[in-house]
């Protein structure tokens, strides 16, 4: 007996078949998630270090600005990546 997720997804392959990407498409995706997994790592390195910064100087009113612009960025990265690796299964 299925699942009710098993069956729709059977029937969502029926409306919509899932195309199939071939190994340089593969290649070309693992590639953009791994430069963007180094992208977000050095923000947040970069990052981290200034918040650390402030909170060694006392600078505790700095330290929510820091938090969101970190959040931001790794968000757009996170969304740059995902708008790259679409362009490549099209």
Same mark, same amino acid.
């Given at each position: 007996?299925?699942? =009710? ?20 498409? +593969? %290649?070309?995706?693992? =590639? ?6 180094? +992208?977000?790592? &050095? ?10 910064? %402030? ?6 009113? &700095? ?11 790794? %968000? =757009? ?14």
């Amino acid at each position: 007996m299925k699942s =009710a997720y098993e069956l729709a997804m059977e029937r969502l392959e029926k409306s919509e078949p899932q195309k199939k990407l071939t190994e340089e498409q +593969k %290649a070309e995706i693992a =590639a953009i998630d791994e430069r963007f997994k180094a +992208k977000i790592a &050095e923000r947040e390195v970069f990052l981290n270090d200034l918040i650390a910064k %402030a909170t060694a100087n006392g600078s505790f009113h &700095e330290i929510p600005d820091l938090e969101t612009q970190k959040a931001r960025e790794i %968000a =757009a990265l996170r969304e740059d990546c995902e708008r790259e690796k679409e362009n490549v299964r099209k």
